[in-house]
C-alpha cells in the first residue's frame, strides 16, 4: 500500500509539472519509457505491468536492452493456450538453459531481478555470482495446478517460470528445496530473492505458500498481484 500511494503522488505530481522537470529519477516517474538499464524504483512495477498490452513497446524496451532473444510467431495452441508477445531467450543477464521461451513482460523482469536481486543478493550471502539459474520450465498448457476443471495457468500462456535453483560460479549449487530450510546464508539469499522478485513480477509464489511450490519460485506476469 505504501508502494502504491507514493507511486500515486509521483503521478500527480508528474501532471502537475507537465513532464517538464528532469529533477524526478526515470525509474520512479511512470511517464518516462521503461529502460532496463534503469535500476527498479517506484513506478518499474507498473512499467512491467502496462508491457503485458503493449507489445511493440516491449519488444523495443529488449532491443534497446543486452538481453538478446528472438521472437516467437503468435500462435493459437487450442483452447486457451496460445503464443502471445513470446520471446525465445538467447542471452539473459544469467544463462537459462534449455531454449527458454517466455512473454516478452516476463523476460523484462527476469532481466531486471538477475541483475538487480540475484547477483547483488549472491554477492552479500555466498561471496559468490550466480552462473546459471536452473529451472523447471515456463510454458506448459495446463490449468492450475494441473486439475482438469478451473482457471487457465500462466504457464499456459508462456507468462509465468518455476525457478528451481542457482548454481553458482564457484561450483556450488543453491537449491530452493534445500535451502529454504538450509544454512543461514542459503535461508537469507533465497528470502531476499522472494522478496525482490515481489516487486518486479505479477505474481511470487514460494515454499511458504504450499506444499506444491517447496522445490520452487513461480514467477508470473499475470494480473492477480501475488506475494506469498
Not at 556450488?172 to 515481489?198: I, M, N, Y
Request: glycine letters at 8%; one cysteine or more.
Amino acid at each position: 500500500m505504501r508502494r502504491l500511494l507514493l507511486l500515486l503522488l509521483v503521478i500527480a505530481v508528474a501532471y502537475f509539472l507537465g513532464h517538464q522537470q528532469e529533477w524526478i529519477p526515470p525509474q520512479h516517474d511512470p511517464l518516462a519509457p521503461l529502460d532496463l538499464a534503469d535500476p527498479p524504483g517506484l513506478a518499474t512495477e507498473w512499467k512491467l505491468s502496462r508491457l503485458r498490452d503493449a507489445p511493440e513497446a516491449c519488444t523495443a524496451v529488449l532491443e534497446a536492452s543486452t538481453l538478446r532473444f528472438a521472437p516467437e510467431p503468435d500462435r493459437e495452441m487450442g483452447g486457451f493456450c496460445a503464443f502471445r508477445n513470446v520471446v525465445a531467450l538467447e542471452r539473459a543477464e544469467i544463462p537459462l538453459p534449455g531454449g527458454l521461451k517466455v512473454t516478452c513482460p516476463l523476460a523484462a523482469a527476469l532481466q531486471l531481478w538477475m541483475r538487480e536481486v540475484v547477483q547483488p543478493a549472491a554477492r552479500r550471502y555466498l561471496d559468490a555470482e550466480v552462473a546459471r539459474i536452473d529451472h523447471l520450465g515456463s510454458y506448459a498448457c495446463r490449468r492450475v495446478y494441473g486439475r482438469a476443471a478451473g482457471r487457465p495457468s500462466q504457464h499456459a500462456t508462456a507468462n509465468a517460470i518455476d525457478i528451481a535453483g542457482f548454481r553458482l560460479a564457484d561450483g556450488r549449487r543453491v537449491s530452493v528445496l534445500g535451502g529454504w530450510q538450509g544454512t543461514p546464508a542459503e535461508q537469507a539469499f533465497l528470502k531476499d530473492l522472494h522478496a525482490g522478485a515481489c516487486s518486479l513480477f505479477r505474481g511470487v509464489l514460494g515454499p511458504d505458500y504450499n506444499a506444491a511450490h517447496r522445490d520452487h519460485f513461480h514467477l508470473e506476469m499475470g494480473p492477480y498481484g501475488l506475494c506469498r
